[in-house]
């Protein structure tokens, strides 16, 4: 399994813990969730267009 991978098994996590915060109005647990998954998505993105320039050299 690669590093983005590994960072997209956060995303799917943060988002099940988000659809679980939204459902219980959970406001608060559900904004940082939001902004969970916005985080490991751009991380996840980060990783993929390092390791294409990587394999482009």
Known sequence: MTAAERWDARVDEALAVYDRAIDEQRWEEAR???????????????????????SSQ
């Open 32 to 54: 940082v969730a939001a902004a969970r998954v916005v985080r490991c998505m751009d991380i996840a993105r980060g990783l993929r267009m390092t390791a294409g320039a990587l």
